[in-house]
């Protein structure tokens, strides 16, 4: 199994978190992004979109890392992390979809315009705004539960995490999310789970 | 079984399809989204988000429209159209994660502002760029394979052809993409596949 990954990527760290938790032997291959070689014919081939992170097993690519987790929980957590009762699994994939809206394109756009003055889709006040409606969410499910779909741990965690901590280098302080702040560091204290990359 | 839509929207369309397809009995509550009903205590209390659709079976409420996908198809259809081998679930998932990412905030967030001049993330310009990187990823795959995700149909076609189909609204013409159009006539063709509502 190989990780295409970058350092700087939440949704790359979303796959180390899993691939941590789950123990499961892989090559982790940091692409170099900074170099461009995300756009470069060769790794088109693995993803269209040209993007990180990419898993790749055998024969299968998976370029989305929601999917990417939904793989590794079904092949390795058995029903501990997207169990597959009907209700169950959509609670947390209600979650894990969430990850990849709101979060993705507030929080996650925010914080890469002031780290690389890159704005594809909107301005910083309007990523802010939208990552705001996000922690917003998260906050009011969180003063209630300890954990966002079920009474445990899911890749719920995992993919919502990610961008989650990292809002303040987007410039949103977490200040007025404690519920939020409360979590990721119950996330953080679970077995196995990896520190980010440095950047 | 209750399903609360917007005639004007894709997300609400894709469970429209999914309720279709499987032949689940249901009522249907259109919004009055012109109204405000989705921002009022009432509505938020059901999605926090204040977003259509919201599907509620008895004491679960999914507000993610990708979420209600993989409840319906995992209650109803079997191993049609979400199947548990992990890799087949994973290359789904792939899909349906790429309809909520790039087709919802570019080529849905053209169409809305073109319909409604509602601009949260980015301009028209920005929309139709991430919008058309959608249509060339889809196009891409769709013109070496009749469905997005596996040799069948799947949650990925009802994910993606929503906003696929609307593009036009969002003033990005659909000719550059034949195998795409294509593909949403073998959508479109098969049993049980609803119309829109009128809009």
Redesign the interface.
């Known amino acids: 199994m190989k990780a295409y990954v970058w350092k700087q990527s939440g949704n790359s760290y979303k796959l180390r978190v899993m691939l941590a938790l789950l123990q499961v032997p892989h090559e982790e291959i940091m692409v170099d992004f900074p170099g461009g070689e995300h756009k470069q014919p060769a790794f088109l081939k693995l993803n269209?979109?040209g993007q990180v992170p990419v898993l790749v097993?055998g024969d299968?690519v998976?370029?989305?890392?929601?999917?990417?987790l939904?793989?590794l929980a079904?092949?390795y957590g058995g029903e501990q992390w997207l169990p597959?009762p009907?209700?169950e699994?959509?609670?947390v994939?209600?979650w894990?979809?969430?990850s990849?809206?709101?979060m993705?394109?507030?929080l996650q756009?925010a914080r890469r315009g002031v780290m690389r003055n890159v704005w594809?889709?909107?301005n910083l006040e309007?990523?802010q705004?939208?990552g705001r409606?996000a922690l917003?969410?998260l906050e009011?499910?969180l003063k209630k539960n300890d954990w966002l779909a079920l009474g445990r741990p899911t890749i719920a965690e995992v993919a919502c995490y990610a961008y989650a901590e990292t809002a303040p280098e987007g410039k949103i302080a977490l200040d007025p999310y404690p519920a939020t702040v409360a979590w990721l560091a119950r996330c953080k204290a679970l077995p196995q789970w990896p520190a980010r990359w440095k950047y």
């Open positions: 269209p979109r097993d299968l998976l370029w989305d890392s929601s999917a990417a939904v793989y079904r092949k597959t009907p209700a699994m959509a609670q994939m209600n894990v979809a969430f990849g809206n709101e993705l394109f507030g756009h594809t889709l909107g309007q990523c705004a939208a409606i917003d969410v009011q499910r």
